[in-house]
Each structure stands twice: as C-alpha cells, then as structure tokens.
C-alpha cells in the first residue's frame, strides 16, 4: 500500500509538472505580453506570432540573427506565410519569400493599386490605434502570375548594437477581422481631431490606410447626409444610408445611429447578398461618434463578418 501511494504521489506531481510547463500558464509566458484575443481567426493570431517571435530574435542577436535566417531560410517559411525584414530607412535586409528583394530599397515601392506599402508600414507602426501594425495591400505569391490580397503585421525593435530592425509578415487571401476595420475607424477619428475638415481627403484617398480590398472608411451627418462614400466606386452622393434596409429589413445604418445616442462607439450586424453564394453574408458594421467643426459626425467601415471563427 505503501508503494502505491507513493507511485500515486510520483505521478501526481509529474502531471502537475507537465501542466505548469505545456498549460495556459506556460503559454502566456512563453509569449510574454503578447495578446491576440482581438483576432477570430487562428491563421490571424499564427502570423501575429510568427513575426512576434522573429522581432524577439532580431532584439536578442541583430545583425547575426539576420545572417543566420539567410542560412536557414526554411526557418522563416511557411505554407502560407513567410518573414520580411527592413531597416528604417526602407532598405530590404531579408525576405524569405522573394529572396531578390534582399539588399534593394523598398521606400517609394507601390502595389498594384499605387498603395506606398513601405510608408504605410511605418504610419502602422506609429499608430497606436494599430498594435500590430497591420497594413493592406495587394502583392505577388512567391511563383505566381497575378497578385493578391494581403495583410501583413510588422514589429519593429532595436537590437543590442542599437541597430533598429521591422520584422513583418503577412497572409494571402486573409480572412477579414473585426479588428482591420476597427483600427482604420479608430485612425480616422483621431485624424478628423487633429486636423479637421483637412483630413477628409486623406481619408477618402484611395490609396491610404483607410481604404483596401472592398472596405471603405466612410462619414455622414446625423441627417444621413454623406461626407465621404462607402463605396469608392460609386456616388451615393443621392442616398441616404439611414433609410437603407438589409435582406431582412433591419436598417443597420439607423440602428447605428440610434445606439451612439448614448455611447461613442457601436458594433451593428446585416445581412447582404453574396455573388459567390446562394445564401447570405453576414456584414459587421462599426461606427464611431465625433465631431467636426463643432458639429456631431460618425465614422464607420463595414467588413464580412467572420463566421465561424477558427
């Protein structure tokens, strides 16, 4: 009997062992302040993570760790992500994806939509509305004829020689977060603080942050009144969004409005018609009350709801 408790005993605290070092616990430290629960998608917080770990290894060896990604490039590839780094300057000092890239400057380089990728990086990475520094744009898989949509995360950090590095990379064909179009709206509002009537062009320019794949910041007037259009390709100067209506007859636009009576920021769910699907496509709304010139203004970008999340 004696033996047996003590068995008991021993297996006891291995499996107490194995939970402090593979549990929760361990996975927190193991990423030390790094949060992902803003993200749905398990390819989202993957990517977060893989960067993460890259600009954590940029910090500790700089330059070394560098030369030793050069000679173990299969480190720094995956099916469906691969990792980039810069310097400040926009110089490309590593890319596991394009290897030509390596040692050219990348500062006025643009996709295919004329999107400045490089200075749009470093406005992310100023932006503390974007912790991640997430970036939109379209651009080349490694052997493929026609870009694609992509969205890449960056991290800049500075290594023991005091050498800064951005370690960034992204995914094609993303799944849309909530938390894309959250940022941008965040960016906007405190944009129309700083500058006023003077910021609305830089929103509405179809080449900044504020406007990527089908997602468009947009502004109106508590009357529905619009300031800049949801939609880059077509005039609803003529249309009032309040009295729009989805499949099922839910005006989201209205509900918006009616919900930031009382609080600044509102999340509204619709439903929409999908070219590619005979069922409906469920479309996140998120809108945000301001001011401009003194007068009550809301901001807002829709996105695809992600459904299931995974």
Request: glycine share 6%.
């Amino acid at each position: 009997m004696e033996q047996t408790g003590q068995r008991v005993t021993r297996t006891a605290a291995i499996l107490i062992c194995l939970a402090l070092c593979f549990g929760p616990a361990a996975c927190k430290h193991h990423h030390g302040s790094l949060d992902v629960s803003m993200y749905q998608h398990r390819d989202t917080k993957n990517l977060v993570h893989f960067v993460y770990k890259a600009a954590q290894r940029l910090a500790k060896r700089g330059a070394t760790g560098i030369e030793h990604l050069r000679k173990n490039r299969h480190l720094s590839k995956k099916k469906d992500m691969y990792l980039y780094i810069y310097d400040t300057h926009g110089n490309c000092l590593f890319h596991a994806g394009m290897q030509n890239l390596e040692g050219k400057n990348l500062f006025d380089v643009t996709d295919k939509n004329g999107k400045p990728i490089y200075q749009l990086l470093v406005q992310a990475l100023a932006n503390p509305d974007n912790p991640h520094a997430w970036v939109h744009y379209s651009w080349w898989e490694p052997g493929k004829f026609y870009p694609a949509p992509k969205s890449s995360c960056h991290f800049k950090v500075t290594a023991p020689d005091g050498q800064t590095y951005i370690a960034g990379g992204g995914l094609t064909y993303p799944h849309e977060e909530r938390e894309f179009i959250r940022i941008i709206v965040d960016q906007a509002v405190r944009l129309l603080r700083e500058k006023g009537g003077d910021a609305l062009d830089q929103i509405a320019d179809p080449v900044s942050q504020y406007n990527y794949r089908e997602v468009r910041v947009f502004v109106l007037r508590p009357d529905g009144e619009l300031l800049i259009s949801p939609d880059i390709n077509s005039d609803f100067s003529q249309t009032n969004l309040l009295a729009i209506a989805d499949e099922t007859g839910h005006k989201p636009f209205q509900a918006a409005l009616a919900d930031l009576a009382e609080k600044d920021t509102t999340w509204q769910v619709f439903m929409a018609k999908n070219r590619y699907k005979r069922e409906f496509t469920k479309k996140s709304l998120y809108m945000r009350k301001t001011t401009l010139n003194g007068q009550t203004v809301y901001v807002a970008a829709i996105t695809d709801l992600p459904e299931p999340p995974f």
